[in-house]
C-alpha cells in the first residue's frame, strides 16, 4: 500500500507554531510486511542525504505507531519516493512522519484503530510541534493547539494561492529555532495576536488583508541573522505590497495571494515553485 503526504508551510506569518497550510507538493511511502528484516530505499530529494536503517525518520514514525498499537511485524519493506525539498521549510520532517504513522496503522489494523485525531497526537510528540503534521494529516488551512490530551487541530477551508521561493542552500530548524528570545514583549505579543486573528479571516475569503493580516513580531525579526537572504527577500516583497513571509523555520519564502499570483523577482540561486493548496493531507492509494 502507498500513502501519499503533502509538503506543508508552519506559521504564516503570525501563527507560530500553530497554522499551518497542506500545498500539493507531495511525498509518496509504499509499504508492506515481509518475512523479516529492514528495507529501505529511497529516490528523489534529498535521496543521497537519508539514512536506510532504522534511524530514517519514516521508519521510526511506523515503529513508534507499532509500538502504540502493542503489534509487531516480522519485517518492513518501505520505498519513499521523496518531492520535498529537505531543510526548506515545507514540512519534508513532517510528512515522513505522518507518512510512517499512516503507513504502519493501515498494514496492520487497516487504519480502524489510529483515527485523524490520534494520528495528529502522535505526530506531534514525535515532531515536538503540531502546525506542520496537523495540516500534513487534515491539508486545507489548519490551526493547531495543544490541552490535556495532546495536540488538536481545526481545519479550515483557504481561499487563497500560493507560491514558494526555494534557495538552493538548506537551513536547520534547529538553528533557527535556537535564536528565539525566551521573553518577548507584551505589545509584540498583542500586535501578533491581532495580525493571526485577521490572518483566519484572510485565509477564509479576504485575501486584500493577507498583507497585513501576515506581519509579525515574533519569531521571524529574529531569525533574520541565519538567513539574511530569506529576510532581505521578504523585506522586498513586503514592501512591494505582496504577502511574503518565512515558511517555517526557512529558509523558503512563502507568497500568499488571491485569484492572482503577483510578479515575483526571482534572485539567483532560487526556484520558483507555484503551489496549489492540497485539500486531502495524507491519503492512502492503494
Given amino acids: 500500500m502507498t500513502v501519499s503526504v503533502p509538503a506543508t508551510s508552519a506559521n504564516l506569518g503570525p501563527g507560530f507554531d500553530s497554522f ?9 511511502v509504499t509499504a508492506e510486511v515481509v518475512p523479516h528484516g529492514l528495507h529501505v530505499h529511497v ?14 525518520l519514516v521508519v521510526r514514525a511506523a515503529r513508534a505507531t507499532l509500538a502504540l498499537l502493542d503489534v509487531a511485524v516480522p519485517g518492513m519493506r518501505i520505498s519513499c519516493c521523496d518531492r520535498i525539498p529537505h531543510a526548506r521549510g515545507l514540512g519534508s520532517s513532517a510528512a515522513a512522519i505522518v507518512a510512517g504513522i499512516t503507513v504502519a496503522k493501515t498494514l496492520v489494523t487497516d487504519g480502524d484503530r489510529l483515527d485523524q485525531a490520534a494520528v495528529l497526537r502522535l505526530a506531534a510528540r ?3 510541534h503540531p502546525d506542520n503534521v496537523a495540516a500534513a494529516v487534515y ?4 490551526v493547531a493547539w495543544r490541552d490535556a490530551t495532546g495536540a488538536r487541530a481545526l481545519r479550515l477551508e483557504p481561499r487563497v494561492g500560493a507560491v514558494a521561493l526555494v534557495p538552493e542552500e538548506p537551513g536547520s530548524t534547529a538553528a533557527a529555532r535556537g535564536l528565539l528570545p525566551e521573553h518577548v514583549a507584551h505589545s509584540d505579543a498583542a500586535w501578533t495576536a491581532g495580525r493571526a486573528g485577521l490572518l483566519v479571516a484572510a485565509m477564509t475569503g479576504r485575501p486584500e488583508l493577507l498583507l497585513a493580516a501576515t506581519d ?19 523585506t522586498e516583497l513586503r514592501a512591494a505590497g505582496v504577502a511574503a513571509m518565512v515558511s517555517g523555520a526557512g529558509p523558503s519564502v512563502l507568497v500568499l495571494h488571491g485569484e492572482e499570483p503577483p510578479d515575483l523577482p526571482l534572485p ?9 493548496i492540497d485539500l486531502h493531507g495524507a491519503r492512502v492509494r492503494g
Fill in 20 to 28: 499551518g497550510l497542506a500545498v500539493d507538493l507531495c511525498n509518496e
Fill in 43 to 56: 529516490e528523489g530529494e534529498g535521496a543521497d542525504l537519508v539514512a536506510r536503517d532504522e534511524s530514517h
Fill in 126 to 128: 514525535i515532531e515536538g
Fill in 139 to 142: 491539508g486545507g488551512f489548519t
Fill in 216 to 234: 509579525d513580531r515574533l519569531h521571524q525579526q529574529y531569525r533574520a541573522a541565519a538567513m539574511p537572504r530569506t529576510a532581505a527577500l521578504v
Fill in 268 to 276: 539567483r540561486g532560487w526556484v520558483h515553485q507555484p503551489l496549489r
